[in-house]
Structures are given as structure tokens and as C-alpha cells.
Nanobody
Framework: QVQLAESGGGLVQAGGSLRLSCAASGRTVSTYNMGWFRQAPGKEREFVTAMSWNGDITSSASVKGRFTISRDSAKNTVYLQMYSLKPDDTAVYYC?????????????????WGQGTQVTVSS
């Protein structure tokens, strides 16, 4: 089992950058598929990007080229580096872990979730 805690959210102007962190306790993040999701008010939770346990990365089209997922096994932390932020990126961002063979892009494929961190991008 793993516990996840996101941090690093905040208010940023359009075009700016932000880095979110997801600190894990329990098992190491390199044994899980780790994903980032987001949920804007009145909308469903949306897949952002994920890294498989063996390092493969998949991202949604809306963030490809702007957002990057990475992990630091020594710190047992996963990061989401966000560049060129847009007002449409405003949402609560969640970190999630999946104990499965293949990395997925659906929320139901993830077993553990953090509490979320708010990202607000002003125009």
C-alpha cells in the first residue's frame, strides 16, 4: 500500500510555470504506475499524464509538449512540471498510483489517490 501527498499548487499567470510534487510513503513509486489527473469545477476528472513502473510515459494531447512527468526514486516522489500554463489548466490536480501491469489513462485503473492540490492560472 502507498500513501500519496501532493504539493506545489498555487496561483500563476498564463504562460507561467509550476512544478507539482507527489510524495509517497509506504512502497516505492518505481513499483507503481504513477499518474496525474485533474478536475475542474463542474467537470469530470481528466487524465493528464502517467509514467509506468518501467519508465514509459503517456500524456493527454492537451498537455503534450507542455507538461512533463518525472520521478525521483531516492526521494520517493513524482513530479509534474508544467510550462506555458493556460487558464484552461485551472483545476485540482491529483496524483495516483496503480498496481497493474500496464499504465492506464482512466481513473478507475488507479488504486491510490492523493488529496489534490489546486492550480489556478489567471489570464
Amino acid at each position: 500500500q502507498v500513501q500519496l501527498a501532493e504539493s506545489g499548487g498555487g496561483l500563476v499567470q498564463a504562460g507561467g510555470s509550476l512544478r507539482l510534487s507527489c510524495a509517497a510513503s509506504g512502497r516505492t513509486v518505481s513499483t507503481y504506475n504513477m499518474g496525474w489527473f485533474r478536475q475542474a469545477p463542474g467537470k469530470e476528472r481528466e487524465f493528464v499524464t502517467a509514467m509506468s513502473w518501467n519508465g514509459d510515459i503517456t500524456s493527454s494531447a492537451s498537455v503534450k509538449g507542455r507538461f512533463t512527468i518525472s520521478r525521483d526514486s531516492a526521494k520517493n516522489t513524482v513530479y509534474l512540471q508544467m510550462y506555458s500554463l493556460k487558464p484552461d489548466d485551472t483545476a485540482v490536480y491529483y496524483c495516483a498510483a496503480a498496481n497493474r501491469a500496464r499504465v492506464g489513462a482512466s481513473a478507475y485503473e488507479y488504486d491510490y489517490w492523493g488529496q489534490g492540490t489546486q492550480v489556478t492560472v489567471s489570464s
